[in-house]
């Protein structure tokens, strides 16, 4: 399985972005997908993930300003972005799991300019 990540960029304050990823190769049933950003000098954490069993979970940060969604096929994941603030620029990550375990995308830029 692969993940292609797109939709990164570069964005004023209160601008917005959506993000795609794709997934391709032998897909499995994915259990979970979900987008995770990593800021300069901090650790890589949790965006927004979407579930079968438990549905949509968002970080405190992005409550009300994100959202992440899927096609009906669990092969896209997408994460629509509002009201971006410099806080939100880091590097965004895909992630899917099943059975089988995880796979990680390779990461798209988004910066948010104040």
């Known amino acids: 399985v692969q993940l292609q990540a797109s939709g990164g960029g570069l964005v004023q304050a209160g601008g917005s972005l959506k993000l795609s990823c794709a997934a391709s190769?032998?897909?499995?049933?994915?259990?979970?997908m979900g987008w995770y950003r990593q800021a300069p000098g901090k650790e890589r954490e949790l965006v927004a993930r979407?579930?079968?069993?438990?549905?949509?979970k968002y970080a405190d940060s992005v409550k009300g300003r994100f959202t992440i969604s899927r096609d009906s096929a669990w092969k896209k994941v997408y994460l629509e972005m509002s009201s971006l603030k410099p806080d939100d620029t880091a590097v965004y990550y895909c992630?899917?799991?099943?059975?089988?375990?995880?796979?990680w995308g390779q990461g798209t830029q988004v910066t948010v300019s104040s």
């Open positions: 190769g032998s897909v499995l049933r994915f259990n979970t």
């Open positions: 992630k899917v799991n099943s059975a089988w375990g995880e796979v």
């Open positions: 979407i579930s079968r069993s438990v549905g949509t």
